[in-house]
T-cell receptor, first 115, second 110 residues
């Protein structure tokens, strides 16, 4: 079965650079969530989209932005990168009518390292 | 916000049962979840339970919920080496309002 695809799997950037992470949800899933997991920490909700509109916002820094496109894939854009942005970024998708139950399907994550 | 706590480490012998515990603080949590994370991999939803249930069984997995004490546990019967991973407890009212614990690293000793 198709899963959530994230790219790139690994990314190395320097401070003050920008980075873009991509997420391709499971086919027919209309909702996408982004989570950030710092080293040794639990995942923190950043932002979510439903039908290409932002549906909820968590602890996403102002330096970050995200959007969902017409094909339902989503991109997380991170600017002015800081060392503390080094983390594993997970994308998850669900059907809107199942998202309220937390039935999320996670991708394998994109590991961002900021030097 | 919600506070979800788990013990950090658990070691068991192959074939034994594992019990991973979790406590949470928000009594309005509608759902409680167990996710598994293998090294370098994403979070895999193992199972979840509605807050109005006290037990759910799914093959080798048994989830027990004590809503009064806000205590959730995951029992893995006949633990195998492939069960070695980090197990995250999460609580909330939905995907946008999901609070994860810090994870319990389960090590299965052959």
């Amino acid at each position: 079965a198709a899963g959530v695809i994230q790219s790139p799997r690994h990314l190395i950037k320097e401070k003050r650079e920008t980075a873009t992470l991509k997420c391709y949800p499971i086919p027919r899933h209309d909702t996408v969530y982004w989570y950030q997991q710092g080293p040794g920490q639990d995942p923190q909700f950043l932002i979510s989209f439903y039908e290409k509109m932002q549906s909820d916002k968590g602890s996403i820094p102002d330096r970050f932005s995200a959007q969902q496109f017409s094909d339902y894939h989503s991109e997380l854009n991170m600017s002015s990168l800081e060392l503390g942005d080094s983390a594993l970024y997970f994308c998850a998708s669900s059907l809107a009518d199942r998202g309220h139950t937390g039935e999320l399907f996670f991708g394998e994550g994109s590991r961002l390292t900021v030097l | 916000g919600e506070d979800v706590e788990q013990s950090l480490f658990l070691s068991v012998r192959e074939g034994d049962s594992s019990v991973i515990n979790c406590t949470y603080t928000d009594s309005s949590s509608t759902y409680l979840y167990w996710y598994k994370q293998e090294p370098g991999a994403g979070l895999q939803l193992l199972t979840y339970i509605f807050s109005n249930m006290d037990m759910k069984q799914d093959q080798r997995l048994t989830v027990l919920l004590n809503k009064k004490d806000k205590h959730l546990s995951l029992r893995i019967a006949d633990t195998q080496t492939g069960d070695s991973a980090i197990y995250f407890c999460a609580s909330g009212t939905g995907a946008n309002n999901l609070f994860f614990g810090t994870g319990t690293r389960l090590t299965v000793i052959p």
